[in-house]
């Protein structure tokens, strides 16, 4: 005699395949913490600084901008944490070659777009600032960072021109 056993086949439940996914994600956040790029966190020496039109406008840039845009860079803790810490690394490397005030005097770095980014609202990022509540500058604040900006690196802003 032959007998067959027939075996049910349970489907997995919504929870079985949520804890699934969760172990999965955990798992692959983990591996990502193996990649070893985002985590040096050097901030080179400052070469030389622009001649600031007031110490206001060096105060205010140092708060909204210095970050991305000198030596000076405050890491914070979530900067160790891939991929935070990847793209955290990839904006300031971005950052300092476009626009370095720790580095003046360098061919092919200039201010002269600053201002303007500012005001289009370009400058700081929109993801830069909830992480960073002392970059959300007040309007008055703002103003006075676009004004001693063009002060310091002239261009123009828009509107300028059209008085």
Request: aromatic share 8%; proline share 9%; net charge negative.
């Amino acid at each position: 005699m032959h007998i067959q056993l027939q075996q049910t086949v349970r489907p997995h439940s919504a929870r079985q395949i949520g804890a699934i996914v969760l172990a999965g994600l955990m798992l692959l956040v983990l591996l990502m913490q193996l990649i070893p790029y985002g985590r040096e966190h050097t901030n080179p020496p400052v070469i030389a600084e622009p001649a600031w039109d007031s110490p206001q406008t060096r105060a205010l840039f140092f708060r909204a901008c210095a970050d991305c845009h000198s030596n000076e860079t405050t890491w914070p803790w979530y900067s160790n944490i891939a991929p935070a810490s990847w793209l955290i690394t990839r904006d300031v490397t971005q950052g300092r070659a476009e626009f370095n005030v720790s580095e003046w005097g360098r061919p092919d770095n200039d201010g002269d777009d600053a201002a303007k980014l500012v005001q289009n609202g370009e400058m700081p990022p929109w993801f830069y600032l909830p992480l960073h509540p002392e970059a959300n500058l007040s309007p008055v604040e703002r103003q006075q960072l676009i004004n001693g900006l063009l002060a310091t690196f002239g261009g123009e802003v828009e509107g300028e021109n059209e008085r």
